[in-house]
């Protein structure tokens, strides 16, 4: 199983970017798919999941402005970020938890980082 992330890049402040996670190799189910970012300097903060059942979740200080959907045909998660500031400079990384067969148990797989830079 592989996680393919893609989209980064450097924006100005108000600006939009739509970070990509693809999804590929031998799956039997995705529970969640969610993001992560850190900062220069700082830890990882999770920003957000969507499940199964498509119910999503943020931080509060992404609320609003970020959105997380899935296309299931395509394998990939998008995070739609909108009205970007500075503060969300850092890089973003996709999980996901699989199960690879439907007896496997649920693992957790992690795409590489993709750096997202916002100036003001």
């Known amino acids: 199983v592989q996680l393919q992330a893609s989209g980064g890049g450097l924006v100005q402040a108000g600006e939009s970017l739509r970070l990509s996670c693809t999804v590929s190799?031998?799956?039997?189910?995705?529970?969640?798919v969610g993001w992560y970012r850190q900062a220069p300097g700082q830890g990882r903060e999770l920003v957000g999941i969507?499940?199964?059942?498509?119910?999503?979740n943020y931080i509060d200080n992404v609320k609003g402005r970020f959105t997380i959907s899935s296309e299931n045909a395509k394998n990939t998660c998008y995070l739609q970020m909108d009205s970007l500031k500075p503060e969300d400079t850092a890089v973003y990384y996709c999980?996901?938890?699989?199960?690879?067969?439907?007896?496997?148990?649920?693992?957790?797989?992690w795409g590489q980082g993709t750096l997202v830079t916002v100036s003001s």
């Open positions: 999980y996901a938890e699989i199960k690879r067969t439907y007896y496997s148990p649920v693992r957790v797989f």
């Open positions: 190799g031998m799956i039997s189910s995705v529970d969640s």
């Open positions: 969507i499940t199964s059942d498509g119910s999503t």
